[in-house]
């Protein structure tokens, strides 16, 4: 004679297993979320704070370089939910529009591309003249390391980076300058791309001419004078 009491016991048995088992991956899904919501709010308040001049330069630039860094060690996962993360800020962060641009366009603290408003610690001439020699270091670093057919993007983007921010510590070069704003173009485009992505050789070949011509544009600019 059949035992329907021991059936229904082993019946209950393996739903509830199975429930544990959906429970367990709808959990590590939504902690994956809650961790992305968590760093783009964050964000969002940090841009905020230091838009209206209330946390000072280099605190905003090492906070906000470790959630850039967070997010990115993150988009991995959490593309299988997500392929386009714009959907994510539209569903969950309509409003965020600051982390947004941070975060997904540009990619480094603002402090990167503009520089800081506050004096360092050596802000005399002799401070100029090495940061100068840095930066000339660094354009040739850069284009040296294209022409040694570095690709991959994140073998790329430390170099531009630190182009980048060295250039934005010469005070008396022009924000609309060219040696600025083409490092800037491509630092922008890196970020819009995976760590392990390589660029076309005709990307290549453009970043090289880009950047060799705005050096030249730098070299002129100091031979001017100014």
């Not at 941070?102 to 506050?118: C, I, M, Y």
């Not at 531009?160 to 083409?182: A, C, G, Q, Y």
């Amino acid at each position: 004679m059949i035992n329907h009491s021991n059936m229904s016991g082993i019946a209950e048995m393996k739903q509830q297993h199975l429930e544990k088992v959906d429970l367990s991956k709808d959990r590590k899904k939504y902690d994956l979320l809650a961790d992305l919501f968590s760093i783009i709010i964050t964000v969002e308040h940090l841009e905020i704070v230091w838009a209206r001049g209330c946390c000072e330069d280099d605190e905003y630039t090492q906070h906000c370089q470790k959630l850039i860094t967070r997010y990115k060690s993150m988009l991995p996962s959490i593309e299988y939910y997500y392929p386009k993360i714009d959907d994510f800020f539209k569903e969950y962060c309509p409003d965020a529009h600051a982390a947004r641009n941070r975060l997904v366009n540009k990619g480094v603290p603002a402090t990167t591309f503009h520089g800081s408003a506050q004096p360092g610690k050596l802000d005399n001439a002799k401070s100029d003249q090495l940061v100068i020699a840095q930066t000339v270091q660094y354009f040739i670093t850069t284009v040296d390391g294209l022409q040694l057919s570095l690709k991959a993007v994140d073998e790329i983007h430390p170099h531009l980076k630190d182009l980048m921010e060295s250039i934005n510590k010469i005070k008396s070069l022009p924000p609309d300058h060219v040696s600025k704003t083409k490092v800037q173009e491509w630092l922008i485009k890196l970020n819009q791309m995976k760590a392990a992505d390589e660029l076309k050789d005709d990307d290549i070949r453009q970043m090289t001419f880009d950047l060799e011509n705005a050096y030249a544009e730098f070299v002129k600019f100091l031979q001017s004078g100014n």
